[in-house]
């Protein structure tokens, strides 16, 4: 799936994309990611056990791009009643005011 937005494109997460496993290594190398997301692998994997078990409700994982260039990770889940975004920004593309997708 891939959503076209005005500035960004989201991507679906896919393992089998190395562009996209690269932006998760690159985030779980990261000491600040791993200090508010923990580990994105795992992340990820939660993110994908949730859709196979709840049909009902969005559960998804992208890798937003942004003139081309994939700048994070972005997951939409669906916890205790409510979506919740989670998002991580690589640490060369932070403080441009990426995070205002």
């Given at each position: 799936m891939k959503i076209n937005?005005?500035?960004?494109?989201?991507?679906?997460?896919?393992?089998?994309?190395?562009?996209?496993?690269?932006?998760?290594?690159?985030?779980?190398?990261?000491?600040?990611?791993?200090?508010?997301?923990?580990?994105v692998d795992y992340t990820i994997e939660q993110t994908m056990i949730r859709r196979t078990d709840d049909l009902n409700h969005y559960n998804i994982a992208f890798i937003p791009y942004y003139n081309d260039y994939p700048i994070g990770y972005i997951s939409l889940v669906y916890l205790q009643h409510e979506y919740q975004i989670i998002y991580g920004i690589l640490n060369r593309f932070r403080k441009q005011n990426l995070g205002a997708l």
């Open positions: 937005l005005d500035n960004f494109i989201l991507e679906e997460y896919s393992s089998y994309n190395s562009e996209h496993v690269k932006v998760v290594f690159e985030l779980n190398k990261d000491q600040d990611t791993k200090r508010f997301l923990g580990d």
